[in-house]
C-alpha cells in the first residue's frame, strides 16, 4: 500500500499534472520535448485538431464516441 500524504490524503508521489489543463499538459508533454529533440513545434490548427479528437473519444456516453475508424 502507498504511503498518503496527512494533509490531502492524496497517495504520495501522486502526479502534479492532474491540476493542469490540456493546454499546459500538451506544452509540457508534447511541445517542449519536440523543440528539446530538434523537433518543430505543432502548429495551433493541429493542437486544435489533437484536442477534438481526444475530447470525442473521451466522451462519457460510449455511443457518442467515434468508431476506430472515424478516428483514422
Known amino acids: 500500500m502507498r504511503g498518503t500524504s496527512r494533509q490531502y490524503g492524496e497517495p504520495i508521489g501522486r502526479s502534479q499534472s492532474q491540476n493542469q ?4 499538459r500538451f506544452e509540457t508533454g508534447v511541445q517542449r520535448p519536440r523543440i528539446v529533440e530538434g523537433m518543430p513545434a505543432l502548429e495551433s490548427s493541429e493542437r486544435d485538431a489533437l484536442f477534438s479528437m481526444l475530447r470525442s473519444m473521451l466522451s462519457f456516453r460510449p455511443g457518442n464516441c467515434p468508431s476506430a475508424q472515424q478516428v483514422l
Do not use: G, T
Open 21 to 24: 489543463s490540456w493546454e499546459d
